[in-house]
């Protein structure tokens, strides 16, 4: 399993995960910038993401929402601040209505992705800062470190398949 680490800090907000897989940054930067690829790493693997929008550029946004395992769907959204190819990017990720519309009710996280080449592969780290503790625990308590783990873990399937 490619995620080697998972820690969660209240007092900072943040939830940072690590993850190691063989394949060099350039690979797993494209995971990320493929809709397509994307689509088969976000959700959970019983949540399978649908990418609706991807631009991901400064200032650009990427759209996509979760079915589950009753046809439920649960929408979202990033809205890209920084994007350093392929060594990592910066982006808020909020939860939405099916018409994208940020719903302001559910916390908002900032996340830095970045991946080095560590070891003959990449290691990525996955740093998301909530505004309030508040915010933190009530993903932590929607299963976030389960679901974001089994996401990331998806990973190595696509770097073996294509």
């Known amino acids: 399993m490619p995620v080697t680490d998972v820690r969660h800090d209240v007092n900072a907000r943040t939830?940072?995960?690590v993850a190691d897989f063989a394949a060099p940054p350039a690979r797993i930067w494209?995971?990320?910038a493929d809709p397509r690829q994307l689509e088969r790493v976000w959700g959970p693997p019983s949540y399978p993401a649908t990418v609706v929008d991807h631009d991901l550029r400064?200032?650009?946004?990427v759209n996509y929402?979760?079915?589950?395992?009753?046809?439920?769907?649960?929408?979202?959204?990033?809205?890209?601040q920084t994007v350093d190819e392929p060594s990592g990017f910066?982006?808020?990720d909020g939860?939405?209505?099916l018409d994208f519309t940020p719903n302001t009710a559910m916390p908002v996280s900032t996340n830095?992705?970045?991946?080095?080449?560590?070891?003959?592969?990449?290691?990525?780290t996955y740093v998301s800062t909530y505004a309030t503790a508040e915010g933190l625990q009530q993903v932590l308590d929607m299963g976030i470190v389960e679901g974001a783990s089994s996401a990331?873990?998806?990973i190595d399937g696509i770097l073996t398949t294509g």
């Open 15 to 17: 939830l940072t995960i």
């Open 30 to 32: 494209q995971v990320y």
């Open 58 to 61: 400064p200032g650009g946004r």
């Open 65 to 80: 929402f979760m079915t589950g395992p009753e046809g439920d769907k649960h929408a979202g959204y990033w809205q890209v």
């Open 90 to 92: 910066t982006f808020e």
């Open 95 to 97: 939860f939405a209505d």
């Open 112 to 124: 830095e992705y970045r991946f080095v080449a560590h070891e003959g592969g990449t290691r990525a």
């Open 152 to 154: 990331i873990n998806q």
